[in-house]
């Protein structure tokens, strides 16, 4: 007769550390204007890293500041971390920020957006700019016809589009040399080669 087998007693689960609060207090907000570089769309792996999509694909400032400031979804603080590592990959970035150890801790994150101080960009070469820079330029024709004035740049994954204020509408450009030809910004002017009809008075 065989002898009956003992039941064997499942292992007890190792009980979770429940995850530290890494957010830091809300800081004060700086007195230098900020300018925001884009957002936090997801987690990624499992050590706290997180995706990142920046409004100019082409930004290097990620990679030029040891803390930014970020702004939690349905949240007006701002809270400063320290930057850890960032690297390419793919269509955008991976961060890494100091105390962001776990995944659910960047899960968190999700969606938030990021800022630094304009004094901390860095510098560009002469031909390029930033869009905060083209905001309430003035906008005129070839034909030197005032077309209204820069009222925001919106970014867009294939050219950024030039949202001027033109009478009491607004009109989207894509800022590209055949549209766009001229942009100075010592002089304080863009040049624009609209198509027909684009700023026709639409009361005529």
């Not at 429940?18 to 050590?47: A, C, M, V």
């Not at 100019?56 to 040891?66: G, H, I, P, Q």
């Not at 990959?89 to 995944?103: E, Q």
């Not at 869009?131 to 867009?156: I, Q, R």
Request: with cysteine; proline share 10%; aromatic share 8%.
């Amino acid at each position: 007769m065989s002898k009956p087998r003992a039941k064997r007693t499942p292992p007890k689960r190792k009980s979770q550390k429940p995850r530290s609060n890494f957010f830091l207090p809300p800081s004060p907000k700086p007195e230098q204007p900020l300018l925001s570089l884009g957002y936090i769309t997801q987690p990624h792996g499992l050590h706290g890293e997180f995706r990142v999509h920046l409004h100019n694909a082409k930004s290097e400032a990620l990679y030029d500041n040891e803390t930014f400031y970020l702004q939690l979804p349905e949240e007006k603080t701002l809270r400063q971390f320290e930057v850890r590592s960032v690297h390419k990959h793919s269509k955008g970035y991976l961060v890494k920020i100091k105390d962001c150890r776990y995944r659910d801790q960047a899960e968190s994150l999700k969606r938030a957006e990021i800022f630094v101080l304009e004094e901390e960009l860095p510098a560009l070469e002469e031909d390029e700019y930033y869009f905060f820079e083209l905001e309430g330029l003035p906008v005129f024709s070839p034909e030197g016809d005032a077309l209204g004035h820069v009222d925001h740049v919106l970014p867009n994954p294939g050219n950024p589009l030039m949202v001027v204020a033109y009478q009491e509408r607004q009109v989207m450009i894509p800022i590209v040399e055949a549209l766009v030809p001229e942009i100075d910004l010592e002089e304080g002017k863009i040049i624009v080669r609209p198509i027909p009809g684009l700023f026709d008075d639409e009361s005529s």
